[in-house]
Nanobody, 117 residues
Framework: QVQLVESGGGLVQPGGSLRLSCAASGFAFSSYAMRWYRQAPGKERELVAGIATFGGITNYVDSVKGRFTISRDNAKNTVYLQMNSLKPEDTAVYYC??????????WGQGTQVTVSS
């Protein structure tokens, strides 16, 4: 049974940091590119960051470059999103996703991140 379980969300003040984790099971984690998406109320889901299978290539949406870092630990079947210098506009539900060409994408249930004073 495929599972992606996000954790680490919460309420943080502007300028603060959070580290999201996504624990994967039930599929060959190291063979999948991993992505973090977010969806704010009333907005479409947005790709925030992605990382290749062995972590050598990463990409970010412009709005988070220099503030967010995606990483993965294939030994632990876990992908992370370190979020620094958080802004109110980063408030959203954050989802992790596993992607492999020719296979369906897998999704987690999401974790809420709220940036507010």
């Amino acid at each position: 049974q495929v599972q992606l379980v996000e954790s680490g969300g919460g309420l943080v003040q502007p300028g603060g940091s959070l580290r999201l984790s996504c624990a994967a099971s039930g599929f060959a984690f190291s063979s999948y590119a991993m992505r973090w998406y977010r969806q704010a109320p009333g907005k479409e889901r947005e790709l925030v960051a992605g990382i290749a299978t062995f972590g050598g290539i990463t990409n970010y949406v412009d709005s988070v470059k220099g503030r967010f870092t995606i990483s993965r630990d294939n030994a632990k079947n876990t992908v992370y999103l370190q979020m620094n210098s958080l802004k109110p506009e980063d408030t959203a539900v954050y989802y992790c996703s596993a992607h492999s060409v020719g296979s369906p994408d897998y999704w987690g249930q999401g974790t809420q991140v709220t940036v507010s004073s």
